[in-house]
Nanobody
Framework: QAQLVESGGGSVQDGGSMRLSCAASGYTGYTYSKLCMGWFRQAPGKEREGVAAISSDGSTSYADPVKGRFTVSRDNAKNTLYLQMNSLKPEDTAMYYC?????????????????WGKGTLVTISS
């Protein structure tokens, strides 16, 4: 059974950096490479929102609030998705979720996903 497990969350100060990882299991290397992968977040009292996505061909999509600060990448050899977050702000505080769906088309940061991880908490203090 396919599973997505996030790691790397924690607490940093305003302006700091953090890298999240999402390890996928239950996929072969070939099937993982065909996945659209994305990061979403949900802040306390707010709806879940898309943050970034990466298509099977490596093209990327970002929400406006994180453009220029966050970078999404994937290592298909390790079945792992990453989110490098720089210049973090208190408003980036949220639970961050990894998500996936099969797709051969361009993957947008707000696209619906079919598989979800349980999340990792990111807290930015001012």
């Amino acid at each position: 059974q396919a599973q997505l497990v996030e790691s790397g969350g924690g607490s940093v100060q305003d302006g700091g950096s953090m890298r999240l990882s999402c390890a996928a299991s239950g996929y072969t290397g070939y099937t993982y490479s065909k996945l659209c992968m994305g990061w979403f977040r949900q802040a306390p009292g707010k709806e879940r929102e898309g943050v970034a996505a990466i298509s099977s061909d490596g093209s990327t999509s970002y929400a406006d609030p994180v453009k220029g600060r966050f970078t999404v990448s994937r290592d298909n050899a390790k079945n792992t998705l990453y989110l490098q977050m720089n210049s973090l702000k208190p408003e980036d505080t949220a639970m961050y979720y990894c998500a996936a769906r099969y797709s051969n088309s361009f993957c947008r940061y707000y696209d619906a996903m079919s598989a979800w991880g349980k999340g990792t908490l990111v807290t930015i203090s001012s």
